[in-house]
C-alpha cells in the first residue's frame, strides 16, 4: 500500500463549480498535510496546510482533514481555468522529518 | 520573496559520466532538500540535508550523493549516470528543523542520459 494516494485523474470540471480532490494516507500518526499545486513544466507550490480535523478556509481553496478516517481532500470553489494544474497531497509521517508526496491529481476546468 | 535556483533547466549527458546538479537558495534557509520526479511516481526524496556538511538519505539515495560546503548550496551527484536516471530534478528549500515547515521548490532539471 502506498503511503500517500490520490486519483491520478483527470478531473474535469466546468468552470465555475467545486473541484473536489482527495487523498488517503496509510500512517494514521501522521499529523501534518499539505497540498501543492503544480503548473505543466513548473515546479511545485503550496496552497494549503491543514494540521487538525476539520476545515481550513484560504480564499476559493477549503482543506479538509479526517484523521478517523485518513483522508484529506481539498475543494475549489469557483473554479477557473487557470486552476487546471497537478494538485500534490503531502505528508509527514510519524516520526520523520520529510514530507511523502501522492503521485497527483490532475485538474482541468473548462472554459 | 524566497528565491531557489538550479543551475540548468535542460541537461544531457552520456552513461557513464560524472554529474554535478547544483542548487542555490538566497533565504538562510536550514534545510534543502533534492528530489526527483518520475511519471506515475510522483515526487521522491532522494538526500535532505539540516545543516552545512549534514546529509541524510531520502528514500531513493543508490546512485546518488550530495554536497553541502555552504548553508545557500546543495549539490547532487551522479558518479556514474545511468539511462535510469533520466529524470525531473527539482530541489527544494525550508525554513528551520521542522519537516513542518514549507518548501520552497527551484524550478527543475530535466536530465537526459543517452
Given amino acids: 500500500q502506498k503511503e500517500v494516494e490520490q486519483n491520478s485523474g483527470p478531473l474535469s470540471v466546468p468552470e465555475g463549480a467545486i473541484a473536489s480532490l482527495n ?3 496509510s500512517d494514521r500518526g501522521s499529523q501534518s498535510f499539505f497540498w501543492y499545486r503544480q503548473y ?3 515546479s511545485p507550490e503550496l496552497i494549503m496546510s491543514i494540521y487538525s480535523n476539520g476545515d481550513k478556509e484560504d480564499g476559493r481553496f477549503t482543506a479538509q482533514l479526517n484523521k ?3 483522508y484529506v481532500s481539498l475543494l475549489i470553489r469557483d473554479s ?3 486552476d487546471s494544474a497537478t494538485y500534490l497531497c503531502a505528508v509527514v509521517p ?3 522529518q520529510k514530507l511523502v508526496f501522492g503521485t497527483g491529481t490532475r485538474l482541468l476546468v473548462s472554459p | 520573496d524566497v528565491k531557489v535556483t538550479q543551475s540548468s533547466r535542460y541537461l544531457v549527458k ?3 559520466e560524472k554529474v554535478f546538479l547544483e542548487c542555490v537558495q538566497d533565504m538562510d534557509h536550514e534545510n534543502m532538500f533534492w528530489y526527483r520526479q518520475d511519471p506515475g511516481l510522483g515526487l521522491r526524496l532522494i538526500y535532505f540535508s539540516y545543516d552545512v556538511k549534514m546529509k541524510e538519505k531520502g528514500d531513493i539515495p543508490e546512485g546518488y550523493s550530495v554536497s553541502r560546503e555552504k548553508k545557500e548550496r546543495f549539490s547532487l551527484i551522479l558518479e556514474s549516470a545511468s539511462t535510469n536516471q533520466t529524470s525531473m530534478y ?3 528549500s525550508s525554513l528551520g528543523g521542522r519537516a513542518t515547515d514549507t518548501q ?6 530535466r536530465l537526459t542520459v543517452l
Avoid: E
Wanted: aromatic residues 14%.
Fill in chain 1, 80 to 82: 477557473q481555468p487557470s
Fill in chain 1, 94 to 96: 510519524t516520526g520523520f
Fill in chain 1, 68 to 70: 478517523a478516517s485518513q
Fill in chain 1, 40 to 42: 505543466s513544466g513548473k
Fill in chain 2, 90 to 92: 527539482l530541489c527544494a
Fill in chain 1, 23 to 25: 487523498c488517503t494516507y
Fill in chain 2, 104 to 109: 520552497y521548490f527551484g524550478p527543475g532539471t
Fill in chain 2, 14 to 16: 552520456r552513461t557513464g
